[in-house]
């Protein structure tokens, strides 16, 4: 699409969009046979790895993306970075943009002020998380005045910043901290009826694990759409850390190939991007998702070679509507 015509595509976007509320657009981006595309970001923690960030961020906006999200470092050391980095994305590339947003080490003022800023910056959505425990803490206790919850967090969203959408985490293999399948199940409900609207998922390596925990979820009634999010192995030493954080299961066959090669070598990224790119087809396909979420780490090339590879469903259609 020649850069004149995207330009009044997107402001054509605008205008109809206006009309409507962030929580709709964000609904409206997997709805009525639309595929929903976005990708996750972190702060760089230098000015070289911001650099790098956008510079990357130019190849992956070609496929035109329905939103682009930045992370929230640990007990809000990043913060304002986070909104710099979503506000940069919008006004650069005319993406609309979420930030991420924990109840880590925060009192309600501190999120409201947050939240103020978000909505000056122009920020779309917000992923509202409970976030993980501070490091050498094992269990996550909220500070005075704060959040112990996503449900809260969500709920105090929804009615002190309406115009925003929400997004939350879901996990298709149970939280790490759940007791169990169900409490875990009951926890996202409540963020749901919190006024979530859309699941996005934890990163997940058999895609049968997401279609049971999507099928739990429509029997206990969640109805917002879940999105699958996929982070692709470009090598078996970040597949390791990864899984050590979330525990997300690694198939055996998937793990063979990649240590059939050196860490970190080009055998081991095209492994992982194939596994990728297969599971990205079969979620489509077979599963019928209407949208994935790429877990990026700040770098294009493994995504963008999934989506050259493949013919997403409606995408030139939809994915400016």
Known sequence: MCAAWRVRVNAAKRTVL?????????RHAYADGRFGLSYEFFPPKTAEGEADLFEHFQ????????FATCTYGAGGSTCEKTLAIASRLKRDYDVRVAAHLTCVGATRADIEAFLEQAREEDV????ALRGDPPKGEKKFVPVAGGFGYAN?????????YPGFGIAVAGYPET???????????ENLRRKVDAGADVVVSQLFYDNEDFYRFRDRCEAIGIEVPIIPGILPVTAVSQLKRVVALCGAHVPEALMERLEVHPDKSQGQFDVGVYHATRQVEDLVSRGGCPGVHFYCLNKSRAVATILRTLTLPNIETFRHA
């Open 18 to 26: 206006s009309t409507i509320s962030k929580s709709s657009q964000l």
């Open 59 to 66: 190849e992956l906006v070609k496929y035109n993306p329905s």
């Open 124 to 127: 779309d959505y917000i992923m």
């Open 152 to 160: 809260e967090l969500v709920a105090f969203i929804r009615e002190s």
């Open 175 to 185: 939280h790490p901290e759940a007791p169990n399948r169900t409490s875990d199940l």
